[in-house]
């Protein structure tokens, strides 16, 4: 192996995980996506790295899912400024719980209930 291509993500409506994904995240959508028979969209993470979201039916239990997205299934990624992006959330309506072993991370969810991490690795390398 030599690198993570992609992570696929069941969503109930494109057009909304979309709004969250592209719009409050901030990922590009890929324009290379084939039909592939059901509705989703590629997203660009960087260094050829990708989001897939998937319009198809989920087989995960929607509810029982852990308060704290850090004790279940989720997608990592690094951030510069924790603190602009807790600010980001919060003024988006978006509930997160911060990480519990005092490490600068903080967890969401998607419209959908997909567990997001934002861990906070400034280019620096501080």
């Known amino acids: 192996m030599t690198r993570l291509h992609h992570v696929s993500l069941v969503v109930a409506d494109t ?6 994904w ?5 990922l590009e959508v890929l324009p ?4 592939l028979g059901y509705p989703g969209a590629w997203l660009d993470l960087g260094g050829g790295q990708q989001l897939h ?10 509810t029982g899912r852990p308060a704290h997205v850090g004790r279940d299934r989720h ?3 690094a951030v510069e400024d924790l603190d602009a992006w807790a600010a980001r959330l919060e003024a988006a309506g978006v509930a997160f719980t911060r990480s519990r072993s005092g ?6 969810r998607d419209p959908d209930g997909n567990g997001l991490e934002l861990v906070e ?6």
């Not at 290379?32 to 039909?35: G, N």
């Not at 490490?103 to 969401?108: E, H, S």
């Open 53 to 62: 979201l998937l319009e198809v039916p989920n087989p995960d239990p929607a």
């Open 22 to 26: 592209r719009d409050l995240v901030g």
């Open 75 to 77: 997608l990592a990624l």
């Open 103 to 108: 490490r600068r991370a903080l967890f969401c």
């Open 32 to 35: 290379d996506r084939p039909d």
């Open 15 to 20: 057009a909304r995980a979309l709004r969250f």
């Open 121 to 126: 690795m400034p280019l620096s390398g501080g």
